[in-house]
């Protein structure tokens, strides 16, 4: 794509963390943003600053119709939408068994349903007209659960399922590109921001990997890494003619996905022969 005039941004979750982050960034080199967020009165500063180049919108993302409007009234301010980054959402903290049915459906309706609905508005706005980028924030629990984060873990799994099944099915003429982001431990507020829920009766025994996380998730030193840094990295990736389908960011994101595909390597060669003869007999 080209841009004549700079490029217009639509961020959810741009409150804070990585949306807060890369929308700072994005202003500060002379690009528009549609910047959105359920409690959006965290952007009030960066209003004040940016008259021109910034429309602030409350959006909730689990609710379809928000979604549609933001995406309208984005279009009637700017005129287009280049680059969406789909960002919004939220963590639970616990073991499975700890955490309410009801509250993981309603976190589903905002990792999951909500981040999928503006996946398919951005596709929409894009092919009328000709072009633009998708930028998901998944996680690299998107790829290696974590005990503590199951949910997370199932949401962002069932993210990247939907988001390259949706890039398979794109047509190549509607110029649409999408990278699923996989952040490792970035310290962006979430965790603070979490609903954190009480250790299972049946998981209070020390020694096990749920305890030992809660413990060390309490450290800041457990997130190590800089959002304002990831900004950068993620408005360069912007710029890519052909982005990646999934960009794994920090090197403990790297580290563990490249250690969880061999795991699951090792275990497709040990087990290779238990799919012969399985075809029907003729």
């Known amino acids: 794509m080209t841009f004549k005039d700079g490029r217009v941004w639509f961020v ?3 409150a804070s963390g990585f949306g807060r982050a890369l929308t700072e960034h994005v202003l500060s080199k002379g690009e528009s943003v549609v910047a959105t967020d359920i409690k959006p009165q965290g952007l009030d500063i960066l209003k004040e600053k940016y008259v021109k180049e910034l429309l602030v919108r409350k959006l909730d993302v689990s609710k379809e119709k928000e979604i549609k409007d933001a995406f309208a009234e984005a279009i009637v301010k700017f005129g287009r939408v280049d680059i969406v980054f789909n960002n919004a959402g939220y963590t639970l903290v616990g073991e499975i068994e700890s955490i309410p049915f009801d509250d993981a459906r309603k ?8 981040a999928a609905q503006v996946s398919l508005e951005a596709v929409k706005t894009f092919r009328e007209a000709n072009g633009g980028r998708l930028i998901t924030t998944s996680s690299m629990m998107g790829v290696v659960s974590s ?6 873990s199932a949401a962002k799994h069932a993210l990247e399922g939907f988001s390259v099944a949706l890039a398979s099915e794109l047509d190549p003429a509607w110029d649409i590109k999408i990278t699923l982001v996989e952040p490792a431990m970035f310290r962006t507020g979430g965790i603070a921001a979490a609903v954190v829920y009480p250790t299972h009766p049946a998981y209070d025994n020390p020694a096990l990997p749920s305890s030992a996380i809660r413990a060390v998730a309490a450290n800041p030193a457990f997130f190590p890494n800089d959002p304002a840094k990831a ?52």
């Open 147 to 152: 005990p503590i984060a199951g949910y997370y």
């Open 12 to 14: 959810t979750g741009a």
């Open 231 to 282: 900004a950068g990295v993620l408005y360069r990736l912007s710029t890519l003619p052909e982005p990646p389908l999934r960009l794994a960011l920090g090197k403990e994101a790297v580290a563990g996905i490249k250690d969880e595909i061999e795991k699951i390597s090792t275990t497709l060669r040990q087990y290779e022969s238990w799919s012969e003869n399985l075809t029907i007999d003729v």
């Open 107 to 114: 976190f589903f309706d905002v990792l999951f349903w909500g």
